[in-house]
């Protein structure tokens, strides 16, 4: 049986970065770049008010205050989105709203509040500047945010809300990113049923296929839901036939050591076999391996675990990051935080564990606390949960006012 680092050293050998493919930057969120982006244009692409005021030359302003007003004959006014074809000459301004192109002749905007603007009425023909300006004063410069030319973001960038609008200020529709994998998802055994279907006597509704379908796409991959296969090889088999053009496998249930669990077998035959079982809990009967796919390369493949927490804990440990690997991802690993503990935890067999706990911050440390019963088929505890507690292999496991390390699964303003 294998450490969980070794396991996850081991999926990420069998994760390779996937093709690049140009996509609109609406549909890159999360998605990293493929190849540099340089700037063909400057931004702002001229100099322009960052002010409603009026265009000046500096010069006309020396000595200004509020008792000796420089007065300057206003000659055009010019909006946002539209260019003056007037020059600011010795002892004239024009108006100017914010965004708009500065004027030919002018080096500086005094705005609205630093002259007598309110006192006169209507579009008045001239203006009483109450203050001295220095040359650039409320202008932003051609290309002070990038300039024409320079490299705005390097291959590897992940595209966050704020890159994407930063490709969209270069007039880019679409760019090359890292493409997204299509991940299959499978759910094995007799007594799975269809959410669509009435339950039956002794069924259960086939919840894995949509937790973890909706995990993959949380993390950016494209979900393929494959069904139910049941508990014989013929029908694995048949399911799985479905998948083999996706660029990752993944099945729950089937995987431990009852007459009808054949994963592993079919896997076996239909491919290769890299480790069965970690040392973990949850989830300890997880296999993963490579399947041979429609293509030259193989499919990486993951057995989870029919329990519910077993499988999306093992999501969050190893799919997760073999998903974020074949993105083009770097950062692979979850944020973790410091908690005292705020309720016994045991670890009884040597595993490490993973347990389902709620973190909060109060007066600057962080406390975890268990969700509640910690059995591997109490799906509700994930809903619960906000991380998941790690006692090591070696500890026997933790008493109140202890400090663990906890890996959070999300990030909320109450933690915060």
């Known amino acids: 049986m294998i450490t969980v680092d070794q396991a996850l050293d081991k999926v990420l050998e069998h994760s390779a970065i996937l093709e690049a493919e140009a996509s609109p930057i609406l549909s890159c969120l999360g998605q990293v770049l493929a190849e540099d982006v340089l700037s063909a244009i400057n931004i702002p692409p001229l100099d322009n008010s960052e002010m409603d005021g009026f265009a000046v030359r500096s010069a006309d302003t020396r000595g200004a205050g509020p008792g000796s007003p420089r007065i300057l004959r206003v000659i055009d006014t010019v909006a946002a989105g539209a260019v003056s074809r007037s020059r600011v000459e010795p002892g004239t301004a024009i108006r100017i709203m914010t965004g708009a192109p500065v004027p030919d002749g002018a080096d500086s905007v005094v705005k609205f509040e630093d002259t007598d603007e309110s006192e006169r009425a209507g579009a008045p023909a001239e203006a009483g500047v109450l203050v001295e300006v220095k040359p650039g004063t409320n202008v932003r410069r051609a290309g002070e945010d990038i300039a024409a030319g320079s490299l705005v973001f390097k291959q590897g960038t992940l595209l966050r809300p704020s890159e994407i609008g930063v490709l969209a200020s270069l007039g880019l529709p679409e760019v090359k990113v890292v493409r997204r994998p299509v991940v299959a998802v499978l759910a094995t055994g007799d007594e799975i049923m269809d959410i669509n279907k009435p339950l039956s006597r002794g069924k259960i509704y086939n ?50 050591l009852g007459d009808y669990d054949v994963v592993r077998e079919v896997l076996a035959k239909q491919g290769e076999i890299v480790f069965w079982r970690v040392r973990e809990k949850p989830g300890k009967p997880l296999v993963f391996g490579v399947l041979k796919g429609n293509g030259a390369k193989g499919i990486p493949f993951f057995g989870l675990a029919g329990n519910p927490v077993s499988a999306m804990v093992n999501f969050e440990l190893f799919v997760r990051p073999a998903i974020l690997r074949m993105m083009g991802r770097s950062n692979l690993a979850k944020p973790t935080v410091r908690a005292v503990v705020e309720d016994t935890i045991e670890n009884t067999d040597g595993r490490r564990v993973f347990t389902r706990v709620m973190v909060a911050k109060r007066g600057g440390q962080y406390f975890a606390r268990l969700t509640g019963p910690q059995g591997s088929g109490i799906l509700t505890s994930m809903v619960l949960a906000n991380g998941l507690a790690i006692i090591p292999e070696d500890k026997p496991g933790v008493k109140p006012g202890e400090v663990v390390e906890v890996m959070m699964l999300d990030w909320n303003e109450e933690v915060e």
């Open 207 to 256: 919840s894995n296929s949509y937790s973890l379908s909706a995990l993959a796409q949380h993390y950016g991959a494209v979900p393929r839901m494959l069904g139910i296969a049941l508990d014989n090889e013929d029908s694995l088999v048949a399911k799985l036939k479905l998948g083999l053009d996706a660029d990752m496998v993944i099945t729950s249930g089937g995987v431990s």
